[in-house]
Structures are given as structure tokens and as C-alpha cells.
């Protein structure tokens, strides 16, 4: 039986390496399934995976406009699952989407085609606490990691039940708003950081606004490391080849790696 | 349960689940609708605005200063019209709720006024709102002026060049029209996008929801801000009716604001509830089951579950979804929800103008298109009394009228 997402990350952490997960827009490109090999290649400890939706609330325009491009050029979950299944990476990877996508057939069925094609995480982010019940009893019986978001916003007793109930790992939001690039992390970050730890064993990752190598280094100094989403669409979006992003994922971990030292 | 027979004037029986539009509990469930699907990061706002709307909504002083401005400032109430030529054109007994004669020409002022005392009383400095048609927004607009809020309103950009003259009320009235440039450029993508902006100056601003849409206890709230509509309306009906109670009782649904504050005043009487979209929009008719912008409804979507576009004549209807609690009233039988074309709508809005003398917005002249087509059809049987909730004025839609004549 392979290991989980959360014990993989832990054993990664404890090498004494910041963890590092970059995110593609499943579909986004014909050839976006060589970006996960790429990100896989360069360091990357976890891969993360957006099933692009129509609507979505909480992204900001450089995902919106990836999860489009992905839309228009046919991508369904069916189909993402299959690449997905072709897929030969030595890190977990995980899936990014919506409630909507989720709840199509039934939550059971949907983590258990997540499951069968390999996928050992999920994120759904306008699932909190509230709406999580059936969906964290579905993943769990599937063996699949149920990441909850913590925000800045959240009361001591959220974070208190995000940290118990989240699976995988913790994804600290850095700021309130939607995902995008950022040119300053604020203080609340840090805060919210040093607060998740304090509750928790599990990984702490920081995600939102993550846009360059000494930001990914400064947060991961709060936590247990980054989830870098936008400023790696942008460059995808605007043209850059696997190879190019897999370079800068590259960069963002020697930034890691040198700011852990 | 839940059987109704559509023709003499045999009633339904009205399930115990949906005898009467209630709170929702701390869940805002209606069944298995509602809810509240936002990010973590919106939920305690969600709380806030619940406890503040919870403890407002119990003090006599709210509900005081809220019956004064909707009476000295809104121009309630409003009429309960006969349309007597229609009515005789008809054969049937056709009485119109005139929220049209409402101040900024549309029900969507009840909802705007309680929301904006409320923002106003937790302290927000702003007020956030989407828009479809424009008259969410020129309501938001108008009660931010009034209560010294500023007000930032999103539209797509293709409602932009539909409702201009909206858009330059908006203006007049001080409020920030930002266009909304990505997806379909209507309502939906309106949402999105204020929930985008609700997420980062959520400290400061309040997020005003024009319909009963929204994470809990916005479905909820909004509904008990427009229920004067329809206890107004029962009161009406009792007083000119020798029976005091319609047969039945329609009103058009986009997200269904002015359907739920109507129907609630009847939801506990004989009346038959009619729901009443627009062919392209017809979420209860044609949607399936789904999440959208903080709740689980029906929703128009793909086999993918990629939420589709909805396409009317009437850009106040064209939204994929429906309010949660109308999903609700749908699936109990208490409720029931019909459809009409581009077609049939302008030839009722021609139709209620030239007898009447009333020139109703595209999206009330949808309620009449039916009430014309089963008249005529004998579905609503001769003799039968019908109120119909007028949600708008005209005035507005009369460029689009111009080109579709």
C-alpha cells in the first residue's frame, strides 16, 4: 500500500527540507501532463492539480483564465483522470477543484475515481467546515487526504477544527482574496502561521499569492513550506514551456532549501 | 402529498414540510438546499452577518426605523391594481401587486433598505452588489446614498450595453459601476466577481446579495426582506376578494426574490404558488442539482458540470441558478415553476401596456405571459382570481423593446 499524502509530506519534512508544491490547470495545454513531470523533476514534493470549473469564486484572473483556456479545449474530469492515470511521478498528487465538480455524481463516487487514478489528495475550497461532513467521511473512506483551508479570518476555535479535521496537510491562506500574484506578504501571514503550528503537527503549507523564490523562502519560514499556483500559470499562460517552468520551480526550491539552512 | 390537480378547483394539499416559509436554522437548509459553500475565509463574515441579521430582525426598533423608510421613503404600500380590460379579455379576475410604483421602480428597494440598515448598523462602510438588469444596483446605489454608505457595483459587460440607462442612474447616484469582463459578462459572472471582492475588504464592506441567492442566511434574509410583498399583498386580497385568498398567485424567478417575498404571505393559504422563467433561464425546470456561489440548488449546467449561460430577454432572469428555498417549495409540490419565451413576453408586456396602461419590466412581463397563455388555454379555469406580482417598471428595458419590435 503506498503511503499517504500527509505521511509522505512528513517524511519529506523530516529530511529537513521546506516542501514545495507547484499547481497546473489540468488541460490548460495539450501537453500539461509534461508540467507535472517537469515540477516532479525540479523538486517539487507534492504536485497539485486544478480541475478547472466555470465559475471559479475563489481564483483570481490569471486561474481563471487557465481553468477557461482548459474548458474551451474539452477538459472534463473523466478526461483528466485518465492523463492523470498515465501519469508516472514519484510525488503525490492532488486535486484542486469546486463543489460543483465534486457533487456531480455522488461525493463517494467522485473520490473513488480520484483514487483509482492514483490522485492521493483533494482540495475543495468552497467546502469549510459547514458543508465538509459528507465529502471528509467520502475522501477518508477512500484513503484520500482532505486538505481544509485556514484563513486568516478564522477564530482560534475554526482553527482549532480545521487542523484536527484537514488531512494532507493545512493550507494557510497568506492574505484574504483570491489566488493571484502578490507583491508583499502581510504580517497576518506569519501570525496565522506561527498559530497553525502551534495547534498542529500535520504540515502547514502557505498558499495564495506565493509569486517568487525569496517570498516562497520567507513564508516557509512561518510554516512548513508553499504552494505556488499563479505566478507559474502566468508564465505557462503567457508561453513558457515545461522546461521553463520546471527551471523556475527549480529556483524556488534552491531558495527554499538555502533559506532553511 | 404534494398531488395537485391543475384543473376545477380541486387544491393541493400542502405538505407539512413546506407548510410555511420558516428560519432555516443555524444550517440555512431548505431540504437539501441552501447551505453555505464560501471559502473559510468568508465564513466568519457569514456568522456575522447571520447574528447581526438574527438580533436586528427581533428589535422592535429595526423593524420600526425599516416599516418607516419603507413607508416615507420607499412608497409603501403598494397598490393591489385590478386589471380590469385584461381581466375581461381574460375572463378571469387579475389583480396586480405594483411593486413597479415602489421607489427606483422595482421591488429589489425592500431587500436593498433592510440590508443597507443592517450593513449601516454592524458598521460597514460600503456596500457591495451585483447586478443583472441594473435595478439591484440602482436600489443598492440609492440606500447607500441615503444612509451616507459608499457602494461599488458589479455588472457584465454585456448587461452594461443592454441597461444603460441603469448604469448612468447608478452614477448620478454616486455609486462605482465596475464591469465585469470575463465569462458570459451577465449576472453570473457578476456574482463571482463581488464574491471575489467581498473576499479581500470584507472588514470594511458589506456584501448586499439581490436575490434569495447566496451562502445562508442571505437566502433567508433576503426573503424575509421582501415577505412585505406578500403580507401586504394577503392583506389586500383579504379586504377586495368575497374568498379573501387568490386561486393563484405568480410572480417571475431569476434568483426569485420577489416569487419567495410573495409567496410567503401565501405560502399557508389555498393559493397555488406559480414560479414563473424565462425559457433560457429555467434553472427549476431544466436545471439539476448543484453548487454555485455559496449555496446548493438547481442549477442550468453541462453533463460535465460546467455551469451554462443563461439566455433571455429580460437580463434580471438570466441566471443559471435558482434561490435554494424555491428548489425547495419545487421538489414538496408546493410550489410550482413554468416557463415562457422571448416571444410570449413581449407580446405581453404590449399586451398589460395597451390595456392597462402599464408598462412592466421585461422580467414581471414574463409572470403575465403565462397568466395570458393559461387563461387562454383553460389551464387557469374561467372565474378563477389571480394575483400577479408586478416586480418592475418598463422604462428601463424600452431601448431593447425598440429593437425587438
Known amino acids: 500500500m503506498t503511503e499517504s499524502l500527509e505521511e509522505f509530506l512528513i517524511a519529506r519534512r523530516g529530511t529537513g527540507r521546506p516542501l514545495l508544491v507547484p499547481y497546473v490547470t489540468a488541460g490548460v495545454t495539450p501537453g500539461w501532463t509534461d508540467v507535472v513531470h517537469a515540477y516532479a523533476d525540479a523538486g517539487a514534493d507534492a504536485v497539485e492539480l486544478g480541475f478547472p470549473f466555470s465559475d471559479p469564486m475563489l481564483d483570481g484572473v490569471t486561474i481563471q483564465e487557465a481553468s477557461d483556456r482548459a474548458i474551451a479545449a474539452g477538459t ?18 492532488i486535486a484542486m477543484t469546486y463543489s460543483n465538480l465534486v457533487v456531480q455524481q455522488s461525493t463517494a463516487e467522485f473520490c473513488a475515481a480520484l483514487t483509482a487514478s492514483g490522485l492521493r489528495g483533494l482540495i475543495v475550497p468552497d467546502s469549510p467546515l459547514e458543508e465538509v461532513g459528507e465529502l471528509a467521511d467520502a475522501a477518508a473512506a477512500e484513503g484520500l487526504d482532505l486538505v481544509l483551508l485556514a484563513a486568516p479570518s478564522s477564530s482560534r476555535a475554526r482553527l482549532r477544527e480545521i487542523t484536527e479535521r484537514s488531512r494532507g496537510f493545512v493550507y494557510a491562506l497568506t492574505h484574504m482574496g483570491t489566488t493571484g500574484e502578490r507583491g508583499e506578504i502581510p504580517e497576518q501571514a506569519a501570525r496565522l502561521g506561527r498559530e497553525l503550528k502551534g495547534l498542529t503537527d500535520r504540515p502547514v503549507l502557505f498558499g495564495f499569492g506565493v509569486s517568487h523564490p525569496a517570498q516562497a523562502a520567507e513564508l516557509a519560514g512561518h510554516a512548513d513550506g508553499v504552494v505556488v499556483a499563479s505566478a507559474l500559470m502566468r508564465k505557462l499562460l503567457d508561453g513558457a514551456r515545461p522546461r521553463e517552468l520546471g527551471e523556475y520551480v527549480a529556483s524556488i526550491r534552491r531558495a527554499l532549501d538555502q533559506g532553511a539552512r | 402529498m404534494g398531488e395537485m390537480s391543475w384543473s376545477g378547483r380541486q387544491y393541493a394539499t400542502v405538505p407539512a414540510a413546506t407548510r410555511a416559509m420558516r428560519d432555516p436554522g ?27 441579521f438574527r438580533e436586528a430582525w427581533s428589535d422592535p426598533e429595526f423593524r420600526s426605523r425599516l416599516d418607516t423608510l419603507l413607508t416615507v421613503y420607499a412608497g409603501r404600500p403598494t397598490p393591489l391594481t385590478p386589471a380590469w380590460r385584461l381581466s375581461h379579455e381574460l375572463g378571469i379576475t387579475l389583480f396586480l401587486k405594483r411593486e413597479d410604483l415602489a421607489h427606483t421602480g422595482s421591488h429589489k428597494i425592500n431587500n436593498v433598505i433592510g440590508q443597507a440598515l443592517l450593513a449601516h448598523r454592524m458598521g460597514k462602510e460600503r456596500l457591495l452588489a451585483e447586478t443583472g438588469a441594473g435595478q439591484h444596483g440602482v436600489a443598492t446605489a440609492t440606500a447607500a446614498a441615503l444612509l451616507g454608505l459608499k457602494a461599488t457595483v458589479f455588472m457584465g459587460e454585456r448587461d452594461i450595453e443592454r441597461q444603460e440607462l441603469n448604469v ?38 458589506y456584501y448586499c446579495i439581490g436575490s434569495v441567492m447566496g451562502p445562508h442566511p442571505y437566502p433567508w434574509m433576503v426573503r424575509e426582506f421582501q415577505r412585505v410583498i406578500g403580507e401586504e399583498a394577503r392583506a389586500q386580497c383579504a379586504a377586495e376578494l368575497p374568498v379573501g385568498v387568490p386561486d393563484y398567485v405568480v410572480a417571475c424567478v431569476g434568483g426569485g426574490s420577489n416569487a419567495a417575498g410573495t409567496f410567503a404571505g401565501f405560502v399557508d393559504t389555498t393559493a397555488r ?47 443559471p441558478g435558482i434561490g435554494p428555498e424555491h428548489a425547495h417549495l419545487r421538489d414538496g409540490g408546493r410550489a410550482r415553476y413554468e416557463t415562457v419565451n422571448d416571444g410570449e413576453v413581449l407580446q405581453a408586456l404590449l399586451c398589460l401596456a395597451r390595456t392597462e396602461g402599464i408598462l412592466a419590466a421585461l422580467e414581471s412581463s414574463h409572470a403575465v405571459a403565462w397568466v395570458i397563455r393559461a387563461a387562454r388555454s383553460g389551464e387557469i379555469a374561467p372565474g378563477s382570481t389571480v394575483m400577479l406580482t408586478l416586480s418592475g417598471r418598463g422604462d428601463k428595458d424600452i431601448a431593447s423593446i425598440k429593437e425587438l419590435l
Open chain 1, 76 to 93: 472534463t474530469v473523466r478526461k483528466i483522470l485518465e492523463e492523470v492515470a498515465t501519469l508516472d511521478v514519484d510525488v503525490p498528487l
Open chain 2, 273 to 319: 404558488l406559480i414560479g414563473v422563467e424565462a425559457e433560457g433561464g429555467a434553472a427549476a425546470t431544466f436545471g439539476r442539482a448543484g453548487v454555485l456561489h455559496g449555496f446548493r440548488s438547481l442549477v442550468l449546467q453541462d453533463e460535465d458540470g460546467q455551469v451554462t449561460e443563461a439566455h433571455s430577454v429580460a437580463a434580471g432572469l438570466d441566471y
Open chain 2, 26 to 52: 443555524a444550517t440555512g437548509r431548505f431540504g437539501t438546499y441552501g447551505g453555505r459553500y464560501v471559502p473559510e475565509s468568508l465564513i466568519p463574515a457569514c456568522h456575522e452577518i447571520e447574528a447581526a
Open chain 2, 168 to 205: 448612468l442612474r447608478m452614477n448620478v447616484l454616486g455609486a462605482e459601476v465596475v464591469p465585469v469582463t470575463t465569462g458570459s459578462r451577465t449576472l453570473k459572472d457578476a456574482c463571482n466577481e463581488a464574491m471575489r471582492h467581498w473576499v479581500s475588504s470584507v472588514d470594511d464592506s
